[in-house]
Nanobody, 115 residues
């Protein structure tokens, strides 16, 4: 069983920064992909960024150049550094882990960017 716990969300003004963290526990395989997704009210869940255990990253076009995803501690901790935040970045940010046939989700952390 895998558990994912996010932290670091909050309220910030336009142009500000936040860093989100995701701590993974349980059976983590050596080959996997972790990522951040977000969901705004009334909108579908969307990909923000992913990082494979190899270190390969992928970003949504809307966050390229502003957000940076990273992993540490034997791939069990993932971060999302968010800079130059915009009101449209507001939403619940969820941590995701895919390994083998399985996909796991955290509970999410709220990010609110005021204009």
């Amino acid at each position: 069983q895998v558990q994912l716990v996010e932290s670091g969300g909050g309220l910030v003004q336009t142009g500000g920064s936040l860093r989100l963290s995701c701590a993974a526990s349980g059976t983590i395989l050596s080959i996997n992909t972790m990522g951040w997704y977000r969901q705004a009210p009334g909108k579908q869940r969307e990909l923000v960024a992913t990082i494979a255990s190899s270190g390969v990253t992928n970003y949504a076009d809307s966050v390229k150049g502003r957000f940076t995803i990273s992993r540490f501690r034997g791939n069990r901790t993932m971060y999302l550094q968010m800079n130059l935040l915009k009101p449209e970045d507001t939403g619940v940010y969820l941590c995701n882990l895919r390994q083998g046939w399985f996909t796991y989700w955290g509970q999410g952390t709220q990010v609110t960017v005021s204009s």
